[in-house]
């Protein structure tokens, strides 16, 4: 029986739903061709990115309805979801960071949709409720994206996302009523907030307020960095710096420790590479019309400002050291030749810098795994920072003056727990440790090193019960990124410590693109090399089902956004390689990314269709343009936020109809798009354990898992 859904009769859904004789909306094709350098490439399904359009409406309505009807008929959903939320139910701790005066820190009580701001003035003292999002919308769905408290810690300058969109507005609230002031700044995007020492007002970025109708796909471009003064409107904010004659500019701003500075990190992409340079302030005052002094403009290298004292700015960069330097750079002769090098470069990758209680802490990865060293201000080592284990450190912030920072630690094993550490006796101490329902003792983590197509060597971890026997038949995840600086390092997440709960065994592959291994690394996987992320997954694939891990019906695939692409092309390339994928809001449509939104941004990565060569070699992976008939490929379930205006819901649309469309086997092919969610950040804790468990149910139906 079919039921027409859209008003023009554009699709149909059947009622039939199971893995064998299940039917798709039926999805309308258009005969639209695009010219790119001399050759024809078609394009059907186009009409699918207008959002707006009720047929875009209609299609995702249907979609669902099919999803929706498959999910629920799966035994796997109750029980997964069940363990899952199980899992998720403990109390979580964010990093403490004091101002003010006073330390602030986030806390879950374990099913809360949003963790809660809280502060005190010293760490024994009970602490009170800073800022509750949870208050902001009833189906937590308003989300925090930032919170600075003020330099006398009286008030907050906070951040709100709705439906997961990456758009802000930025308010302030007074901390010991609990009230908002008037103010109140909008059209904010991919920007903090930096006080001013005097307290009164701080520096943002923002864009023009865009065009009706286009707010979640039209393309972002001159950001401008401006100066808001407490108690005054938006429109009377200064405008303190802009680049008319490059859109692609955008700002961060951040406030020295001595309020002398503010070191404005300039960028063009999402990549690591950005130029530098300093806005003078007077007596911790913003002075209008204050002259912007540009330090270095290559944007060859990363240039993160750590810190000053006066005149010599401290800067980490990987300019001339793949892996990292950290440099100091003098304002009264800034150029390149007078770079003097403090903490050279090393084997180990830098990853992280901060200055704080008069030394250098310095994050590094090995292998992965994270290292934490401390030097003295002239750049001498002092002493390693003894972590836990082998896994993920992150935090050691704060400011010169500081005796004290803290840091949180975990591993595929261990769920996050957050220590102090005193900076000058180098004595760590537990802040928080939560307490789980995952009993770590019974698992175990192993790092594994595999060897790619081209000879590359490259680090996986492994997690799963102990006692796991090597006999190919263990139902495996395999998750990776692959992309944009970013690396994969071993966390405790409940998507993983679910699936080991249920028997399973969990991967995170360190493929290149990332920054496990330096600049190199990472650009050994972009542009023209990309291919390379994709020859690394699948490396890591072969190894594990040669190794008897497990087999191809068995293993799993899953990556989000730059991962998502991963998912799409080795799925591609070669579907009989895996049982199962879930590509989460992923790029798929490589020819047209840098259309939408911040999507210019990623051509550092990918190159953009608009250069003949990088053009090539980006249809010959483009997971939209591959997929291909006549072949079998896995069960399939690709997902995506209906207000997701980081990676546009489109290229998952159109994904799924190329899919639905080919004669790709009788494995289910399905789409889950979440309403009022976007690209994954602020997403309510509801509805993230409703999605992730769907997944892990997905993998277990696929592999007929019995899940009690």
Request: charged share 20%; net charge neutral; proline share 5%.
């Amino acid at each position: 029986m079919k039921n027409t859904v859209a008003a023009l009769g554009l699709i149909a859904l059947a009622a039939s739903i199971s893995a064998q004789t299940l039917s798709y909306p039926q999805t309308r094709k258009v005969d639209h061709h695009d010219t790119y350098h001399g050759q024809r490439v078609a394009d059907p399904y186009r009409w699918l990115e207008d959002d707006n359009s009720a047929d875009t409406k209609a299609w995702v309505k249907a979609q669902n309805a099919v999803t929706d009807k498959f999910l629920e008929a799966m035994p796997q959903r109750l029980p997964t979801r069940k363990l899952y939320t199980e899992l998720y139910n403990y109390e979580k701790f964010g990093i403490p960071f004091k101002e003010g005066g006073r330390y602030f820190w986030t806390r879950n009580d374990g099913l809360q949709q949003q963790s809660v701001y809280y502060t005190a003035a010293k760490l024994g003292d009970k602490p009170t409720v800073a800022l509750d999002p949870n208050r902001l919308s009833k189906d937590g769905t308003v989300a925090l994206s930032g919170f600075v408290p003020s330099p006398d810690g009286k008030l907050v300058a906070y951040g709100i996302a709705a439906s997961g969109s990456d758009w802000q507005t930025w308010k302030l609230r007074d901390l010991a009523s609990g009230k908002d002031l008037a103010d109140q700044i909008d059209w904010v995007k991919f920007s903090s907030a930096s006080w001013t020492p005097d307290g009164k007002g701080f520096f943002y970025s923002r864009y023009d307020a865009p065009a009706p109708g286009v707010a979640l796909t039209g393309a972002n471009y001159f950001q401008k960095l401006y100066y808001h003064r407490i108690g005054t409107p938006q429109s009377a904010d200064q405008l303190v710096f802009e680049n008319k004659d490059d859109k692609q500019w955008g700002f961060g701003a951040e406030v020295s420790d001595d309020g002398s500075l503010v070191y404005l990190g300039i960028w063009k992409g999402a990549g690591s590479k950005n130029a530098l340079a300093v806005l003078p302030l007077n007596k911790g005052s913003y002075v209008a019309g204050s002259k912007v002094q540009i330090i270095d403009q290559s944007f060859d290298a990363q240039y993160q400002a750590v810190g000053n004292d006066g005149n010599m700015v401290f800067v980490k960069t990987d300019n001339g050291a793949s892996r990292g330097r950290l440099i100091a750079i003098d304002l009264k002769k800034p150029e390149r030749a007078n770079w003097k090098t403090l903490i050279a470069e090393t084997a180990d990758t830098m990853t992280s810098a901060h200055a704080v209680g008069g030394r250098f802490l310095m994050g590094y990865l090995r292998d992965a795994s994270t290292l934490v060293k401390v030097h003295g201000r002239d750049g001498s080592f002092i002493r390693d920072v003894q972590l836990p284990g082998v896994g993920s450190g992150a935090g050691f912030g704060g400011k010169w003056t500081d005796t004290e920072t803290f840091f949180s630690y975990t591993s595929l094993t261990t769920p996050t727990e957050v220590w102090r550490y005193d900076v000058a006796t180098g004595q760590a101490s537990v802040f928080q440790k939560p307490k789980t329902p995952f009993e770590a003792e019974q698992f175990e983590t192993r790092r594994e090193f595999i060897t790619s197509k081209d000879g590359t060597k490259l680090p996986i971890f492994i997690a799963h019960k102990k006692g796991l026997k090597l006999d190919g038949n263990n139902p495996t995840v395999l998750y990776g990124y692959g992309g944009f600086n970013s690396p994969m390092t071993p966390t405790y997440g409940i998507t993983a410590a679910t699936w080991m709960k249920m028997g399973g065994v969990y991967v995170i592959a360190s493929i290149r693109g990332g920054s496990e291994y330096g600049e190199s690394w990472h650009e050994a996987g972009t542009k023209l090399k990309k291919q390379n992320v994709f020859d690394d997954f699948i490396a890591s694939a072969e190894w594990l089902i040669a190794k008897k891990y497990t087999q191809p019906s068995k293993l799993a695939v899953n990556g989000g956004s730059n991962g998502g692409l991963l998912v799409g092309a080795v799925v591609n390339q070669r579907p009989e390689l895996f049982g199962a994928a879930v590509p989460q809001v992923g790029v798929m449509d490589m020819l047209r990314f840098h259309k939408f939104t911040i999507g210019w941004a990623w051509t550092g990565d990918y190159g953009s269709s608009e250069d003949p060569t990088e053009f090539k070699a980006l249809l010959a992976y483009s997971p939209l343009h591959n997929v291909t008939s006549m072949r079998n490929y896995p069960a399939i379930m690709v997902t995506t936020g209906d207000h997701d205006d980081r990676v546009v819901p489109a290229h998952s649309f159109k994904y799924t109809a190329a899919l639905q469309a080919a004669d790709t086997g009788s494995a289910p092919k399905l789409i889950r798009i979440e309403t009022a969610a976007g690209h994954g950040a602020g997403k309510p804790t509801s509805k993230i354990i409703e999605e992730r468990a769907d997944m892990l149910a997905f993998f277990a139906n696929t592999f007929k898992l019995d899940i009690k």
